[in-house]
């Protein structure tokens, strides 16, 4: 496969043809932010947190759906996309009820890290309050709408890594949630193999471990790269 | 809400002949049971049940081969489809550009005051469904609405007023 060479934050990188420019990136060390992607399973470009600029253009795109090509100026951290970034996380605070002090995840949350790494102290949007199901009819697993950033990575990771497809997003828009079967109490889904995949790609404290108390639950990716690598290269290490 | 259909492969009224179930199989043998055709075999569904109950579509997910997720997740993304009864009477209010720019909200909040539903809802006694959809293609003759199936365009908080009262005071 051809190699392609680009600039990224002005060093020279290169990339295999069909990478994308958050793989090249994150080989070169250079540090892009992400909330819905998740190694080992398939990119949709949801959040928007990895948007970077390219050459003259106008045009944000998303690092992690964007793929490499020869001579691709790209600049990673400009006061712009610092500005959006922090914008879009304060609107996935104002949406829902992040109430970290009394979160299962407090401590250990991708979203709460991406608040402190921008230097998010406070949404300027008004927070929304919803009113927002948990379900916990699951034997060993809860889901707290609460606190979804809608990602998608339990509906990927549970298609593509479990084969089980339990997740799904339903309704559109402001109004989208994920369902389990056919919107259905998790305890009752016919397909779900209790495999707790879903719970340890879900970067908040939405998805967790039953039992666990707040800021007890602590996500383990390093389980799925294990199964991933297992997977896809017949390696079986970690 | 049932579940308890989930682990059987039909429901009850299918074994008892229901003919609605049958015109459904034609149109999933139409397209031969393939996977992708998972809208159009929604579409035929909701114009032959007028809503997508639980049943319905375990029933199809398991004839398209899909999960059940991703056909509740279809089912609910698209406006055309509803996934609880309508009342016998539906009424919707299009939110798209040229008919929010030409007084959609006045007639939305028309509609909510004379039945008493907010958007989204059916009234208890199933008689009226208050809806919403985004540009229905009639943008000519905004702010346009569709009445039982009917589209009508110019609208005015007094005709909307006048009509659903009519429909009202019909008893239904
Ligand atoms: S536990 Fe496993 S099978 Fe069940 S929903 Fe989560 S990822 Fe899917
Ligand atoms: S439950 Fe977790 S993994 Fe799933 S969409 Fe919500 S935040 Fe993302
Ligand atoms: S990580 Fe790229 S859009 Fe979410
Ligand atoms: S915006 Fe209402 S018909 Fe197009």
Not at chain 1, 21 to 30: R, T, W
Not at chain 1, 160 to 167: C, F, L, P, R, Y
Not at chain 1, 169 to 192: E, H, L, Y
Not at chain 2, 93 to 105: D, F, H, L, N, S
């Amino acid at each position: 496969m051809a190699v392609k060479t680009l600039t990224i934050d002005g060093r020279l990188v290169s990339a295999m043809e069909g990478q994308t420019v958050l793989e090249a990136a994150q080989e070169a060390g250079i540090h892009i932010p992400t909330l819905c992607h998740l190694d080992g399973v398939s990119d949709l470009g949801a959040c928007r947190m990895c948007l970077v600029e390219l050459g003259n253009s106008p045009k944000l795109q998303p690092a992690c759906v964007l793929k490499v090509a020869e001579g691709m100026e790209v600049r990673t951290n400009s006061d712009r996309l610092r500005k959006y970034r922090k914008m879009i996380v304060e609107l996935l605070l104002s949406e829902r009820n992040h109430v970290c002090s009394v979160c299962v995840s407090n401590g250990h949350c991708e979203l709460q890290d991406m608040a402190v790494e921008l230097g998010v102290d406070h949404s300027r949007f008004d927070y929304i309050y919803p009113v927002e199901r948990v379900d916990i009819t699951h034997q060993r697993f809860g889901v707290d709408h609460n606190r979804c950033i809608l990602c998608g990575r339990c509906v990927r990771v549970c298609d593509e890594v479990e084969g089980a497809h339990t997740w799904d997003m339903a309704g559109r828009g402001a109004k989208s949630f994920v369902i389990t079967d056919m919107n259905q109490p998790w305890g009752d889904s016919t397909s779900c193999t209790s495999c707790g995949k879903c719970v340890q790609a879900c970067p908040t404290g939405a998805i967790f471990q039953k039992g666990a108390t707040v800021g007890e639950m602590q996500k383990d990716r390093t389980r799925l790269e294990f199964i991933v690598t297992a997977r896809e290269k017949k390696q079986w290490i970690g | 809400m049932s579940f308890s259909a989930i682990d059987s492969a039909l429901p009850s009224s299918v074994m008892g002949g229901d003919s609605r179930y049958k015109l459904l199989e034609t149109a999933i043998k139409r397209h031969q049971s393939q996977s992708d055709a998972l809208i159009e075999v929604l579409h035929a569904a909701q114009e032959i049940f007028g809503y997508l109950d639980t049943d319905l579509l375990v029933h199809i997910s398991k004839n398209l081969k899909l999960p059940l997720s991703k056909v509740y997740g279809v089912a609910t993304f698209y406006h055309f489809f509803s996934v609880s009864p309508r009342g016998a009477h539906t009424c919707v209010i299009c939110m798209g550009t040229a008919c929010y720019t030409k007084g959609a909200r006045k007639l939305s909040a028309a509609a909510e005051k004379i039945s008493g539903l907010k958007v989204g809802e059916t009234a208890s006694d199933g008689s009226l469904s208050l809806m919403t959809a985004r540009c229905i293609g009639a943008c000519g003759i905004a702010p346009a609405i569709v009445m039982d199936g009917k589209v009508v365009g110019g609208q005015s908080e007094e005709m909307v007023t006048e009509q659903l009262k009519g429909w009202i005071e019909d008893g239904f």
